[in-house]
C-alpha cells in the first residue's frame, strides 16, 4: 500500500456556472433547514448573529443557501439581529470569484470569509449560531493512500479501504469538534453528505467509472495512475449517525434522513428538453470542476510535463469522458444519495 498522501484540492475552473447538481442538493435540504431554526435559541444580544457555510466555493450556491436561512429566522421572527455570515473554504479556492458574486448580491447581510480547512477551528468559541455544510465533507483532510485498482475508495480493497474509512472517521471528529467550539449553546448545525443507500451504492459509480477508464487512458506512468486517486469517501448512513462521536461533543441529533437526489439532466435529455450535446456537456462540465486539480497533479507528479503539456492532456482526458457520454448516455441516469443531519449544541 502506497503511503503518499496530499491534501484536498478546491473546486476547479468555471464552478459556480457548473454546480447546479450541488444547487439541487442544497434544495432538497430545505426542509431541514427549516427545522434547525425552528429549534434554534438565540439569546438577546446587540451583537450580530453569525452563520457560517464550512465549503462555500465558488460562492454562488453558498449565497442562495445563505439567504434560505437569512429569510427563514426572518419569517420565524427568531431575531432582529444583523447577521455575520462567514464563506469558509480551502486557501487555495477562487476567493476573487465569490467576491465578485458577493459584491453583486443585494446587501441584506455582512459577510466575511475564511480561507483555513474546515477540519480545523475557523471560528472563536462560542460565537457560532448556524453551521451549514452541503456536499463537503465526503472531501477528506488528506488522501490516506493510494488505491491500486480504482480512483475512489468505494472500490478500494484490505488495507487500502481501511485507511479511507479510518480518515473519514477521524475527519468527521474533527469536523464536529471544531463545529462544537466555534457554536454558542443552543446553536444548530445542518449536514448534508454524499452516501451510499440502502443497498451499498453512490448511483455515481458510472462517473467513477468513466474517470478511471480516461486515468488509464491517459495517465501514462504507473505512478501517475496511482498517484490519481481522489481523496473521496462516501460514507454509510450509520457513519454519518455517528451518536459516540455527537455525545462526545455535546450535541444532540434533532433529526435524521436519507434520500436520493436526482439532478433530472436524463429526463430532460430523453423528452426532448435537452440536446445530447448540451446533455454531455452537464455531465462532463460539473465532474470536470470537481476532478481536474486532481488530475493535474497526478500529471505533474514527476515534475517532467510542462504545464502546457498538461493542460493539453487534461482537455484530451475530458474529450474522450464526453464522447463517453454521448456512446452510452443511457449509463448516466444518475442521482446521488444523501444523509441529512441536524444537531442541535446543548
Keep these: 500500500m502506497t503511503t503518499k498522501t496530499g491534501a484536498t484540492p478546491g473546486m476547479y475552473g468555471s464552478y459556480n456556472s457548473n454546480s447546479s447538481p450541488q444547487l439541487a442538493l442544497i434544495q432538497s435540504s430545505i426542509p431541514f433547514i427549516k427545522k434547525a431554526i425552528e429549534i434554534l435559541d438565540i439569546v438577546p444580544s446587540s451583537f450580530p448573529l453569525i452563520v457560517a457555510d464550512f465549503g462555500s466555493s465558488h460562492g454562488s450556491n453558498s449565497i442562495y443557501v445563505i439567504k434560505l ?14 447577521f455575520l455570515i462567514i464563506h469558509n473554504d480551502l ?3 477562487d ?16 459577510g466575511l470569509a475564511s480561507g483555513k480547512s474546515f477540519y480545523e477551528q475557523c471560528l472563536p468559541p462560542n460565537s457560532l449560531t448556524i453551521g451549514y455544510s452541503s456536499a463537503a465533507i465526503h472531501w477528506l483532510s488528506r488522501k490516506p493512500c493510494n488505491i491500486s485498482n480504482h480512483c475512489i475508495s468505494i ?40 452516501c451510499v443507500n440502502e443497498e451499498g451504492l453512490t448511483m455515481f459509480e458510472s462517473v467513477y467509472n468513466l474517470l478511471y477508464k480516461c486515468a488509464k487512458l491517459f495517465l501514462l506512468t504507473k505512478e501517475e495512475l496511482l498517484n490519481y486517486t481522489i481523496p473521496v469517501y462516501i460514507r454509510s448512513y450509520d457513519e454519518c449517525i455517528d451518536k459516540e462521536l455527537f455525545n462526545q461533543y455535546s450535541f444532540e441529533l434533532i433529526q435524521s434522513g436519507m434520500s436520493s437526489v436526482d439532478f433530472k439532466f436524463y429526463d430532460q435529455w430523453k423528452s426532448g428538453e435537452m440536446s445530447l450535446e448540451k446533455f454531455t456537456q452537464i455531465q462532463a462540465g460539473f465532474v470536470r470542476c470537481a476532478t481536474e486539480s486532481i488530475l ?36 448516466f441516469q444518475i442521482k446521488l444519495a444523501q444523509t441529512y443531519v441536524v444537531l442541535k449544541k446543548i
Design 69 to 82: 436561512i437569512i429569510d427563514y429566522v426572518k419569517e420565524l421572527n427568531k431575531t432582529e439581529r444583523s
Design 91 to 93: 486557501p487555495t479556492n
Design 95 to 110: 476567493w476573487k470569484t465569490l467576491f465578485d458574486v458577493a459584491n453583486h448580491q443585494d446587501k441584506t447581510y455582512f
Design 155 to 194: 472500490f478500494a480493497q484490505g488495507e487500502e479501504l481501511q485507511a479511507f474509512k479510518a480518515q473519514a472517521r477521524d475527519d468527521y471528529r474533527q469536523f464536529l469538534e471544531n463545529r462544537s467550539r466555534e457554536l454558542v449553546q443552543g446553536g444548530v448545525l445542518i449536514l448534508i453528505i454524499c
Design 296 to 331: 493535474k497533479e497526478a500529471l505533474a507528479i514527476d515534475e517532467k510535463r510542462s504545464k502546457e503539456e498538461i493542460n493539453q492532456i487534461a482537455d484530451q482526458f475530458w474529450d474522450v469522458y464526453k464522447e463517453q457520454i454521448k456512446e452510452n448516455p443511457h449509463d
